[in-house]
């Protein structure tokens, strides 16, 4: 899925990321991922989601972002 949308909050000395997503009724999103493209390992964030359709928001939260971090949304079976 195309990424729509990208912000960085702050809650409780907690930093995280908020990607928002185009999505599909009924389809199961998982947010991923990798400190590095060469190679990329992707890891899951949080838990997978049920969309209800339209727009979507996966979250990261950790405590202190690293330098660089890339993200992807898929669709889990």
Do not use: C
């Not at 409780?12 to 493209?37: K, N, R, W």
């Not at 060469?38 to 359709?53: E, L, Q, V």
């Amino acid at each position: 899925n195309q990424i729509a949308g990208i912000e960085f909050f702050s809650v409780f000395g907690d930093v995280g990321v908020a990607i928002l997503i185009p999505s599909v009724a009924g389809e199961t999103y998982q947010l991923q991922y990798s400190d590095s493209m060469a190679p990329a390992y992707w890891f899951n964030t949080d838990d997978s989601i049920t969309s209800i359709g339209g727009s979507l928001t996966l979250f990261d939260v950790v405590g202190v972002l690293p330098p660089q971090r890339f993200y992807r949304a898929v669709i889990t079976p």
